[in-house]
């Protein structure tokens, strides 16, 4: 059975690229939202398996959101893609309970790793 991906990012370039590395997997793109608010309606409506979260976002932030999907649930998986390699914001979205982060631009092998790592 195929493991549900939401791609939250306000990048066009960045769902596809998600949904070209993910062909032929056992994942499946299954939506994209452009900010953190429409992110939390699609997970509610989807209930994803993970979620790849970009970090700067209009109207609600990748952190901010991250703290909002934690609360509606505690397990959710999330990668968090930045391009920025800002250990202080790393920082910060561990404490918020964020443990994956892939950094942008990212190779298809490279999320391929990274959603086994997290779902086995």
């Known amino acids: 059975m195929s493991k549900k991906v939401l791609v939250i990012d306000d990048s066009p370039f960045v769902f596809k690229t998600v949904v070209k590395a ?5 994942y499946v793109v299954v939506d994209n939202a452009l900010n953190g ?11 994803p398996d ?10 609600m932030d990748g952190l901010e959101t991250a703290k909002h999907l934690f609360a509606k649930n505690p397990n959710v998986k999330i990668i968090m893609l ?5 250990e ?3 920082s910060e979205a561990r404490g918020i309970g964020i443990n ?4 942008k631009p ?9 959603l086994a790592d997290i779902l086995g």
């Not at 608010?37 to 209930?47: F, R």
Request: no cysteine; hydrophobic share 45%.
């Open 100 to 103: 994956h982060f892939l950094m």
């Open 37 to 47: 608010q429409m992110g939390l309606d699609k997970y509610d409506e989807h209930q």
């Open 22 to 26: 993910l062909e032929g997997t056992d």
């Open 106 to 114: 990212f190779k298809p092998d490279m999320l391929k790793e990274k």
């Open 88 to 90: 202080a914001l790393m």
């Open 50 to 59: 993970v979620i790849t979260l970009d970090v700067t976002m209009p109207i």
């Open 82 to 86: 930045s391009a920025m390699g800002d």
